[in-house]
């Protein structure tokens, strides 16, 4: 199941995040071309390997610049964690199978 949601703002995203932690989303991931890199793990897991269970967009009025997703990540693994990453930055530095992956977030924003 895929939820997302327009929030507004840094508390925001921090409580989200928060909340999403609570729940279990407590592995921190970075977005590769290819790929996420689990930072606690220090392993790259591959988009077959992994699924977005909720994604949140936050609005940043003020600068549109900061405009980021929050995503909560299910591994094959069984372990969860997130993601928060940029809405339009490096948008063209990404493999079709990550873009899939992540719902294509970028375009729907």
């Known amino acids: 199941m895929t939820i997302i949601n327009?929030?507004?703002g840094y508390?925001?995203?921090t409580k989200?995040?928060?909340v999403l932690k609570r729940r279990g989303?407590?592995?921190e991931l970075r977005r590769e071309a290819t790929c996420l890199y689990c930072l606690e793990l220090e392993e790259w897991i591959m988009p077959a390997?992994?699924?977005?269970d909720e994604y949140y967009y936050f609005q940043e009025t003020a600068?549109?610049?900061?405009d980021r997703m929050l995503y909560a990540i299910f591994l094959s693994q069984g372990r969860k964690g997130f993601l928060i990453d940029a809405c339009t930055v490096y948008t063209d530095n990404i493999s079709p199978e990550m873009s899939q992956?992540?719902?294509n977030a970028y375009?729907?924003?």
Do not use: C, E, H
């Not at 600068?63 to 900061?66: G, L, V």
């Open 6 to 8: 327009t929030i507004s």
């Open 11 to 13: 508390w925001g995203i």
């Open 16 to 18: 989200m995040l928060n």
């Open 25 to 27: 989303y407590a592995l």
């Open 49 to 52: 390997n992994f699924r977005v």
């Open 63 to 66: 600068n549109p610049d900061a």
């Open 101 to 103: 992956k992540l719902n």
């Open 107 to 109: 375009q729907q924003q």
